[in-house]
């Protein structure tokens, strides 16, 4: 089976500076695939460009086995979902109004909304728990329900694989399991593969089939997470000490960040 | 249920018929006002072809007050909208091309045109446009590079656009003894005085494909108001749909201020009555700003037209007073 996606010797650079050198993995379908790695390692422009927002210098990003460049921006967004990171947000849409947007790569350019649509909309709010807001201003959400309006807005363009820029970034506890239980879900019922930016170590070993590290705009190790999320690698790569051991619920690693305070100061 | 019409369309057909019967409502009374008197029904008698062949009445309201009352829709119509166009693209709720400065570059563009004696159409027209142009590069210069611009330092770089820009048109008036150019504070203000019904009809054979493009874009810029990251991952074309927007939007803005000058605010005060009205869908908004703006224009040219006991005062000024102060709540509430 060909992968979902295939990437190779992707480079890409902003004005003169490299963010991305030489990046090739891929990504089988029905994968729940976190890229994590420090802060300018690149996890966003790489997000970016497999969302097709960035068009890279180098290298080709295959999606279901064909070039990403040979999709027009429609068909783009029929096979491939992107949630960005959260912006504020001023205008009142409801949640309804802005979970039917996703339906505009299936509608012509005034984006009139079949019955199929709204059905299809409606199913979306129901799968990430949002239908009884349906009429409520999105401006007015709590940041957990934002961003479940917003999964579902993506659910909407029906794609085969959906991205992710920092989902859970600056929510609380129980909106973190919400959404990443929500990730696991989509795998598994709709057969979408999830690949998603990820600031938080400790969720990309729980969820994570694959987990990608990157660090200044390369390649450290791929793998499952008991192979990637070392404590070695880790130490490594985000340059502060850790300790790592299995995790009380099952066979994932578990990261404990150290306070100086813990620390021999003869050592550091 | 199922072989209802679709919402979206539904609801365009009432709102537009609704403001359609506004602005005709509008333009009657613009017609009827004015110092040559004229009931609404003799008026009506006129308009309908039945009035009494030697009065001057149909004289008065063919060749000067309808033409008058029509650029004022026309101008209305593309300001309201032109403002619409600004917020959606640079997700602000406070640009406007009077705010943003691309009402004054058309007017510098204009004033050069006016000043090598080129005529009015296409010639003054034309280096307005160019002048927009320039101005909405030097805006999208200062804001590249940041995905969301922030409020204060859009604002702020309009502001210091438009000082820019006024300072070079007294430069131009100053530095001339044209003759041309005696009417030119009147005329900078926002005057609609000295309509013609053939240039208004050239001005709309501009304006109207303009109209068309925009909506024909209206749910574009209804992702576009999600994050531009987010209307490209669901199939926009975000060069291609931008660049388009952009374009025409300056391109009727200077084709209105080369006609009749610097008219502020209603780019501001339309688009946010409306949306408070109608919601955030551009599909319904794009025809009510046309619509709408048309007749608050006209409400603003007649309350121009007839509220100095002598004489008159340039439509702007009754824009200005309307328009700044709702301006000062709105960044005052947005800023909460």
């Not at chain 2, 026309?74 to 693209?89: K, N, R, Y």
Request: aromatic share 6%; proline share 5%.
């Amino acid at each position: 089976m060909k992968p979902t996606i295939k990437v190779t010797n992707l480079s890409h650079a902003f004005a003169r500076r490299e963010v991305l050198r030489n990046i090739s993995f891929t990504v089988e379908k029905g994968d729940f695939f976190i890229i994590i790695g420090p802060n300018g390692s690149g996890k966003t422009t790489l997000m970016k460009l497999l969302a097709g927002i960035l068009r890279s210098r180098s290298g080709e990003i295959e999606i279901l086995g064909r070039s990403s460049r040979r999709y027009t921006p429609k068909a783009l967004a029929r096979t491939v979902a992107f949630v960005p990171q959260r912006l504020p947000l001023e205008i009142p849409y409801t949640v309804e109004e802005a979970v039917l947007l996703g339906r505009a790569p299936y509608q012509g350019a005034l984006g009139i909304e079949r019955e199929i649509d709204l059905e299809i909309a409606r199913q979306a709010m129901q799968f990430t728990g949002v239908d009884h807001l349906a009429g409520a201003a999105l401006d007015k959400l709590s940041g957990g329900e934002q961003q479940r309006v917003f999964i579902a807005r993506a659910i909407c363009q029906e794609p085969d694989i959906m991205l992710l820029d920092e989902p859970t970034a600056s929510l609380d506890l129980a909106h973190q399991v919400r959404v990443m239980d929500l990730m696991e879900k989509l795998e598994e019922q709709k057969a979408i593969t999830v690949i998603m930016v990820s600031h938080d170590v400790n969720l990309a070993a729980m969820y994570g089939d694959q987990v990608l590290l990157l660090k200044d705009g390369e390649i450290v190790c791929i793998g499952p997470p008991a192979d990637v999320l070392s404590f070695r690698k880790l130490e490594e790569t985000y340059g502060c000490r850790l300790l790592v051991d299995e995790s009380p619920l099952g066979r994932f690693p578990r990261i404990t960040l150290v306070p100086g305070r813990y620390m021999d100061p003869q050592l550091t | 249920m199922n072989t209802k019409s679709p919402r979206v369309v539904t609801r365009l057909i009432r709102t537009s018929s609704l403001f359609l019967i506004i602005l005709s409502a509008v333009m009657l009374a613009g017609v009827s006002a004015g110092s040559s008197g004229g009931a609404m029904r003799s008026v009506l008698q006129v308009i309908l072809g039945k009035s009494d062949p030697n009065s001057m009445l149909p004289t008065i309201i063919w060749q000067i007050r309808l033409p008058r009352v029509l650029l004022a829709v026309l101008v209305g119509a593309t300001l309201s909208l032109g403002g619409l166009v600004f917020q959606a693209l640079l997700r602000n709720l406070l640009a406007e091309p009077y705010i943003l400065g691309i009402s004054g570059g058309s007017a510098i563009g204009a004033i050069i045109g006016i000043l090598m004696g080129l005529s009015r159409f296409p010639g003054v027209s034309l280096v307005a446009f160019l002048g927009s142009m320039a101005t909405l590069a030097l805006i999208l210069a200062m804001t590249s590079g940041q995905t969301v611009m922030k409020k204060e330092s859009l604002l702020l770089s309009g502001v210091m656009v438009n000082a820019f820009c006024s300072s070079v048109i007294m430069f131009l008036v100053s530095v001339t003894q044209d003759a041309k150019l005696h009417n030119i504070i009147f005329w900078l203000m926002g005057d609609l005085s000295t309509a013609d019904i053939g240039q208004v009809g050239l001005l709309a054979g501009m304006l109207l494909p303009c109209f068309v493009i925009i909506f024909w874009h209206s749910h574009a810029m209804n992702l576009l108001l999600m994050g531009q990251e987010m209307a490209q991952s669901t199939g926009v074309n975000l060069k291609i749909v931008t660049g388009t927007l952009l374009v025409t939007a300056s391109f009727m803005v200077s084709a209105t201020v080369s006609y009749c000058g610097l008219i502020g605010f209603v780019g501001l005060v339309m688009p946010h009555l409306l949306r408070l009205i109608l919601g955030p869908d551009h599909r319904i908004l794009v025809p009510a700003c046309i619509l709408g703006g048309g007749s608050y224009l006209v409400i603003c040219d007649l309350l121009a037209r007839t509220l100095p006991p002598q004489g008159e005062m340039p439509a702007g000024v009754v824009t200005a007073i309307i328009g700044a102060p709702l301006f000062i709540i709105l960044l005052k509430k947005s800023g909460r």
